[in-house]
């Protein structure tokens, strides 16, 4: 079961190295901390507090930081690796001040207890104040403890992508490449530097070996020619070879009943399938902002519900539609978006979930995946979350199962009667399951 769902899950946005902040004073990584600043001076630690001694038993700190290394798999924690702490004044010019070296124990945690009420940056193994996410972390400490997870990045080093797209370009806009991991349940998605051209090109992606899913956006605008759209990085990694032609099947789509209003807005083109995978936040069809009712777009295999996301309210299509034809009249209607965050759940010990959703007479389920760090600098700590769209005043049951089919949350709301830009955001609780911390 636990395969089922890992082979299902598709890459969320994460790097395969980053970092996650848990507790408070976590967020955007640049936030405080201003782009270009001259911190070379500072790659070489001077004298701190001392380090944390290797050993995973620690009485619980009342003040600072708590680190915790993994591996890419986030469930193997790393042991005996440095990790260097530094202090800095958000806002201000002046160079990050050492402070600490850390060595993660054999349970791969270390402890820097009793620093200063202040603003830190946590520098992974290799990293330096001056890079961003995924190799550091800038934590608040204050009162109480603040806990930073770094996830290794084992196992991962650039790989070379030799792309060939033949394309020509429209919507103002060009095509990214997105490889998604199929393997496990990280939520991992490596999106391409930069955009594609017309022609060969060839950049650089860290990788973790395994299997991908070929993805490019906008959605469907690009096809892999005579080839499988899965992909396979070996360790050690050969240069990955993609070739990619415009896909010459063209629909004509007009959207009835938004409002004017409600343009520019983003149209993702959601799978009406029992299991979604999708990340409705960003995925687009067509250019990234419509601002008509009417558009020729790539042809798309499968019913599909349209998500409109607009200026002032979010909608989708009454019924899910066929896009494979070369006409597609699409009558929206008014929704309420959805945000699951769900909290308590430990990447070392949990395993994914799946949200089953009930509302009114339509019910889905989605994998959620992994949310963390400076991407979602609006949650208080690591969270499973998701996404989906139902119809106003619906009342909304669900039912959050792990793995093994057992039980995770429960939850029964009601969806407000109006749509709105702001999304209905739900926060639950991860009940503990026998392999929790």
């Known amino acids: 079961m636990r ?68 591996r890419a798999d986030m469930r193997t924690p790393v042991a005996g690796q440095s990790l260097q702490v530094y202090s800095f004044t958000p806002g201000k010019m002046a160079l990050p001040e050492y402070r600490v070296t850390l060595r993660t124990g054999t349970d791969g945690r270390a402890v820097a207890d009793g620093l200063e009420p202040g603003h830190y940056v946590v520098c992974g193994p290799g990293a330096s104040p001056r ?46 490449v997105v490889l998604s991991r199929l393997e496990d349940g990280t939520g991992s998605r490596f999106e391409q530097p930069g955009v594609l051209r017309p022609g060969v090109q060839a950049f650089d992606l860290p990788l973790p070996a395994g299997s991908y899913a070929i993805g490019v ?36 789509v007009e959207l009835g009943g938004l409002p004017a209003e409600e343009f520019p807005a983003r149209v993702h083109a959601q799978p009406a399938v029992e299991l979604l995978q999708d990340l409705p936040e960003r995925t687009w069809w067509g250019p990234y902002k419509w601002h008509r009712a009417d558009m020729t777009l790539p042809a798309l ?8 996301f607009g200026v002032r309210g979010t909608y989708r299509s009454v019924e ?34 799946v949200l089953d959703v009930e509302a009114g007479s339509e019910a889905s389920a989605r994998v959620l995946t992994p949310r963390f760090g400076d991407g979602y ?30 039980e995770a949350f429960r939850r029964v709301v009601e969806a407000p009667t109006e749509t709105s830009e702001e999304p209905l955001r739900l926060s639950l609780e991860l009940n503990p399951g026998p392999g929790s911390r």
């Open 131 to 176: 890079d961003v996410a995924p190799r550091t972390a800038r934590v608040e400490v204050g009162v109480g403890v603040v806990e930073a997870v770094l996830v290794e990045a084992a196992g991962v080093r650039p790989v070379r992508v030799e792309v060939r797209a033949e394309y020509a370009p429209r919507y103002g806009i060009a095509p990214k």
């Open 377 to 406: 600098p609006e949650l208080r700590r690591p969270a499973l979350g998701g996404e989906f769209v139902v119809r106003p005043g619906t009342e909304i049951r669900l039912l959050g199962r792990r793995v093994d089919g057992t």
């Open 217 to 252: 956006l906008p959605e469907g605008e690009l096809v892999v020619a005579g080839g499988s759209p899965q992909v396979r990085v070996e360790e050690p990694s050969r240069p990955l070879v993609l070739d990619l032609v415009e896909n010459r099947a063209r629909v004509d």
């Open 3 to 70: 395969a089922l769902v890992f082979g299902l899950v598709v890459a969320a946005g994460l790097a395969a190295a980053f970092l996650l902040v848990r507790g408070g004073g976590g967020g955007a990584a640049p936030a405080g901390f201003p782009e270009g600043s001259p911190v070379e001076a500072v790659d070489e630690p001077g004298p701190g507090p001392a380090a944390v001694p290797d050993a995973p038993d620690r009485t619980a700190p009342t003040r600072g930081l708590v680190c915790e290394l993994l």
């Open 320 to 353: 899910p539609v066929d896009l494979s034809g070369d006409r597609a009249e699409v009558a929206v209607e008014p929704a309420v978006r959805v945000v699951v965050d769900v909290y308590g759940w430990d990447p070392v010990a949990d395993d994914g979930l």
């Open 301 to 308: 295999e499968g019913p599909r519900r349209l998500l409109v």
